[in-house]
């Protein structure tokens, strides 16, 4: 990927062409919306409005955003060392139980430290989850994509089986654990804005935000400014190298896994913790997956990760809007568009790349005959 | 002999239960045996589910709605290709995003169209696969355990799943006995070497790869106007998934693939059918604990616990022509 992104400065690799494959996922979400008859361009002022219109707005985003930078750094610490990781999503869901184990049985405890716990149990719960297929991968070959797909589904019938079984109240039918105690669940920024004399529109965004910035900046020095990080970089631009150099390939494989695991583990923070106060099925909810697209989107670095999250963030509140004014669409085109976006950005990532080289060729040729 | 009905049922279901995996299961074979490695097998089964239910019932023809999960079907396939064949993009993201893609698709188009919250009108008798009963069943039924197993377990499905276990011995046959199988597996293999004796890998793999859409179509078609009367939300349900550790589980072969449809099918059975049932001896075993059988089997065998699978060397991998 590297050696083609020779061809493109820096900033039309980072922005142009992300930009550029952004618009055609919006074209073709555009066609679907026309299709069904209504007017694209006022889904679109719908939808940015209701993202960014209002205090209410902006708050929702920044809550859905949080979910997508935990998920995106998750895949993108992976992809640093040349592994893909598409078990974000059991990973998360498995940190639902570390989050729930600290709310639940340590509630006696003051807050600060319920939190702190929470913090490490969901690292721990997602990081042991990322454990068994980074092991089998690094040290018996197994295909990681493969194995961790399978982890995803191994994983749901564990929540299940733990949540009908045993998690759930015994005089409760539906297949969630009781609600946290206020003191056992993350504070909500309207509540400390409105500690320091501040007043904001109600909104689930809450003290996760703050945590998955703070592990933005975090993951980019471990990557950029370490010696694990350098071996991990190693790692990812090519295995022979790494072990030529003598790094410990089966560890740094199974580190990179599991801090991933650990990163995914932190959605539960946001979802369980910090708005619904309480663990149910499905709270993971494929923002695992829409990781692996505000990864790519960002390509890898934390400000692009954070960027793209905010803008998938924005399409969720904004698509919630769009669903509420208009009875033609659901909430479904949310997931559409975010298909047509991993499509585009993710897959079809080098379709549009040879022609923005040569329109910069071109360019460059017209500038020295000048 | 009240137990060995529950077994016949058992088995019965076991091969409706099956049909739609071994479908998609050979679907991916194709594409994987030629390089192309396919997690969209779920994606295009939904979509194929979906569109054989809208037009069986806006068409009423069951045959009109088959055609319509192929077409939908190979259209996905084809933009896969388009993706990752021409485009060289990475073909896990580009089978993730037409898992997305289908998903939400077929939900809004859905809602959007019949107004019944994504599923299709319920399809009346005559505009869906129905059970067929084999020549001589009934007279044979009487006959003590090969009637029985011809007459209650192997007659009395939809023309559908004798085509799906017809498909095993032709995909072995087309795979392994035919120039175009040699030509799909060498470009699977090593294309460089197929290129090199003149055989266009671009070509074999759109070529592979539209066989597989037109299997997950048939996949797709099974579970809505064969197995249940329309398509609701979301019904392949992880299928797609099962039928890839299926082929995983088969070590890309056609035959073994049958087997291991045919036990995550029956793990299925089983499993549906134990649902809080205690077993003499063991207690009630948990639901979840079976359907998570065939992800972890899939597992231990990828990790070489038990036999040892190796995928196509070029699966994965987009062929450059040159540097």
């Given at each position: 990927m590297s050696a083609r992104a020779g061809d493109l400065p820096w900033w039309a690799d980072r922005l142009i062409i992300p930009v550029l494959n952004l618009a055609l996922a919006f074209l073709a979400s555009g066609v679907v919306i026309w299709a069904i008859g209504e007017s694209p361009l006022e889904c679109a002022q719908i939808m940015v409005a209701g993202a960014f219109g209002s205090g209410q707005g902006i708050g929702y985003t920044l809550f859905y955003a949080t979910n997508f930078i935990f998920t995106g750094l998750a895949f993108a610490v992976a992809l640093h060392a040349g592994l893909f990781n598409i078990g974000v999503e059991g990973q998360a869901y498995i940190g639902g139980l570390g989050v729930a184990l600290a709310s639940l049985y340590f509630e006696f405890l003051p807050q600060p430290v319920i939190i702190l716990l929470a913090i490490l149990f969901s690292a721990a719960f997602g990081a042991a989850w990322a454990f068994i297929p980074a092991y089998l991968q690094a040290k018996r070959g197994s295909h990681l994509v493969i194995t961790t797909i399978m982890f995803n589904f191994i994983a749901s019938a564990v929540m299940v089986y733990l949540l009908v079984n045993f998690l759930k109240p015994a005089a409760s039918m539906a297949p969630e654990t009781r609600t946290f105690a206020p003191n056992a669940t993350l504070p909500q920024i309207q509540q400390i804005a409105h500690g320091l004399g501040v007043e904001i529109a109600q909104s689930p965004l809450n003290l996760a935000f703050v945590w998955a910035l703070i592990c933005a900046v975090g993951v980019s020095v471990l990557i950029w400014r370490t010696r694990l990080g350098y071996e991990l970089r190693t790692l990812g631009a090519s295995r022979p190298a790494a072990i030529y150099a003598g790094m410990p390939v089966v560890r740094l494989t199974i580190i990179a896994l599991m801090l991933s695991g650990a990163l995914g583990g932190f959605l539960a923070l946001n979802e369980v913790m910090g708005s619904q106060n309480r663990l149910f099925l499905d709270f993971s909810g494929g923002y695992g997956f829409v990781g692996i697209a505000v990864a790519l989107m960002g390509r890898s670095r934390s400000l692009g990760i954070v960027l793209a999250a905010i803008l998938f963030g924005a399409l969720y509140q904004g698509g919630a809007e769009l669903a509420f004014d208009k009875p033609?669409?659901?909430?479904d085109i949310v997931v559409l568009v975010q298909g047509l976006v991993i499509l585009t950005?993710?897959?079809?990532?080098?379709?549009?790349r040879p022609s923005v080289a040569r329109l910069f060729a071109m360019s460059a040729a017209l500038g020295q005959e000048a | 002999m009240e137990y060995l009905d529950t077994i016949a049922q058992v088995l019965a279901s076991t091969i409706r239960l099956s049909v739609p995996l071994l479908f998609a299961c050979l679907a991916g074979l194709y594409s994987e045996r030629s390089g192309v490695f396919d997690i969209g097998l779920e994606g295009k089964m939904l979509i194929a589910a979906f569109s054989a239910g809208a037009i069986a019932s806006v068409g009423h023809s069951p045959w009109l709605g088959l055609l319509a999960a192929v077409g939908a079907s190979v259209a996905f396939a084809l933009l896969h290709g388009f993706a990752v064949i021409t485009h060289r993009g990475d073909q896990i993201v580009s089978g993730l995003a037409i898992n997305v893609i289908a998903v939400g698709l077929t939900a809004q188009v859905g809602s959007f169209w019949f107004e019944q919250g994504g599923q299709t009108p319920q399809l009346e008798q005559g505009e869906r696969f129905l059970e067929v009963t084999l020549p001589g069943a009934d007279a044979l039924a009487a006959v003590p355990v090969v009637g029985q197993v011809y007459a209650q377990i192997l007659s009395g499905h939809s023309v559908l799943v004798y085509f799906a276990f017809a498909m095993v011995p032709i995909t072995w046959y087309v795979l392994f006995r035919t120039r175009f199988g040699l030509r799909l597996r060498a470009v699977g293999e090593n294309p460089a070497a197929a290129d090199t004796a003149g055989v266009s890998v671009t070509r074999m793999r759109y070529a592979a790869v539209v066989c597989c859409g037109v299997l997950c179509g048939f996949a797709g078609a099974y579970l809505s106007?064969?197995?249940?009367a329309g398509f609701t939300r979301n019904m392949t349900a992880g299928k797609g998934f099962i039928a890839l550790a299926a082929l995983v589980f088969a070590k890309w072969q056609p035959v073994p693939a049958m087997g291991a449809c045919l036990l995550f099918g029956l793990l299925d059975a089983v499993a549906i059918r134990l649902q809080g049932t205690p077993i003499p001896g063991i207690g009630v075993v948990p639901v979840q604990l079976i359907q998570a059988v065939p992800y972890a089997l899939t597992v231990a065998l990828l990790a070489g616990f038990i036999g040892r699978a190796t995928p196509p060397?070029?699966?994965g991998v987009p062929y450059v022509k040159e540097r």
């Open positions: 033609a669409i659901t909430r950005a993710g897959a079809l990532e080098n379709m549009l | 106007i064969a197995q249940s060397k070029a699966g």
